[in-house]
């Protein structure tokens, strides 16, 4: 990957200083200062030598007189897959955790109280491929499985809420498959599971040969620390899909992804979705994307009529947190592994609304008027012509 682009930031800071620096920082992420918060000695020096980038910022929100602040540190995680996709499910599997280990150690050291993974961390994008063998086997119980078992080992260790996104098999329905996000308290017992809502049906995404929509509505989990929700991948593209967890009351949205660069993709939409979602509800948002080239075995072709292929390109990375008034902090790298820490105060969330009054003045009344009159079979749209009567 040496011939891409590190990062969005790497341009911005080589090509701009001075004035022109803290202006785009002002203009673009919503403030000059981007509030850096110190990292570790002994966490830097784990990640040079594990290959993976660290960084921390703070969004801070105003003392109150009648609430105390709700410091929370949250923290994300962006890595690529370890072993070729020829080898051994078990080989590919092990392989990731024993790396991912590592990352999420540095973030029990620093302190992390809610940590979210990418889309299917535990195993290489396989979705494209339309095969079933062997691929299916990377499904596993959401309550029991493996990696399951592995991560609530170490929430109990760092006293962490994790997030994980596998591929879940339903024990209970006759093994189906899911894209399961599954919240695992910092007790180490399971608070839930959501089921990603919006299925991808557009190039190499085909995710509806594996698992269909899910069943699970809009969840907020109530943690220890904060509500939190997931709104996995493709559900970033769909906005009553984020208004509803915030209509259920979430203070945290995560969005797991795994999104291509390529031509086509969605790396100029990146930076917008989940800023405009927080911004229009009032939230924390941090969408999380893998890294890196995958390669399979055999070739596949795409709905968008390229030639036969073997990797659908360039997983950018780029994962960052927005604030719900729209600051943003700088992304992780497009090419590299890495661990993103924010230090939120969650009363950021009422003062926001507070101030804005987009829930005052959102009118759901009305909204829910007109989509009962779309869903009608004899629905007419609502256009005015210019010599109508």
């Known amino acids: 990957m040496d011939k891409e682009t590190h990062s969005f930031e790497a341009i911005i800071n080589n090509n701009l200083s001075g004035r022109d620096l803290d202006e785009f920082n002002r203009i673009y992420y919503g403030r000059t200062n981007h509030l850096e918060v110190p990292i570790k000695e002994s966490s830097i020096a784990v990640a040079k030598d594990n290959n993976f980038d660290i960084a921390a910022y703070a969004f801070p ?22 072993v070729p996709t020829d080898r051994p499910i078990n080989e590919q599997k092990n392989a990731i955790l024993t790396k991912v280990k590592k990352i999420i150690d540095v973030a029990g050291q620093e302190g992390v109280n809610i940590l979210c993974l990418q889309e299917f961390w535990n195993m290489p994008y396989v979705f494209c491929t339309r095969e079933k063998h062997p691929w299916c086997e990377f499904a596993e119980s959401a309550e029991n499985g493996p990696t399951t078992r592995f991560l609530r080992e170490l929430a109990v260790k760092y006293s962490m809420v994790i997030v994980s996104m596998i591929l879940e098999r339903d024990e209970n329905h006759g093994g189906v498959l899911w894209d399961t996000a599954v919240i695992i308290s910092d007790t180490g017992n399971i608070i839930g599971k959501h ?19 899910g069943n699970t509505g809009h969840s907020v989990f109530a943690t220890r620390y904060g509500k ?33 660069a390529a031509e086509g993709g969605s790396e100029w939409m990146w930076n917008v979705e989940a800023r405009n979602a927080a911004i229009t509800n009032c939230y924390f948002t941090a969408p999380i994307n893998r890294v890196g080239y995958e390669e399979f075995p055999n070739e596949f072709t795409s709905a968008d009529g390229k030639p036969a292929h073997k990797s659908m390109g360039l997983f950018y990375g780029s994962s960052y947190f927005c604030g719900p008034d729209g600051v943003r902090c700088p992304g992780l790298s497009r090419t590299k592994d890495g661990l993103l820490i924010a230090v939120m105060d969650l009363n950021m969330n009422r003062q926001v609304r507070d101030r804005r009054c987009y829930y ?16 009608d079979l004899e629905f007419k749209p609502q256009v005015v012509y210019e010599n109508e009567k």
């Open 228 to 260: 939190i929700a997931v709104n996995i991948c493709f559900g970033r593209h769909h906005v009553l899909n984020w208004m509803m967890f915030g209509q259920n009351g979430a203070e945290i949205v995560f969005n797991p992804s795994a999104t291509i």
């Open 61 to 82: 929100a105003k003392k109150e007189s009648t609430r105390p602040p709700r410091i929370v540190k949250v923290g994300i995680i962006q890595h690529s897959i370890v």
């Open 360 to 375: 005052m003045t959102q009118r759901l009344d009305m909204y829910a008027e007109s989509l009962r009159k779309v869903l």
């Open 195 to 213: 089921r990603k809502n919006h299925i991808p049906r557009v190039g190499d995404f085909n995710e509806s040969n594996y698992y269909m929509e």
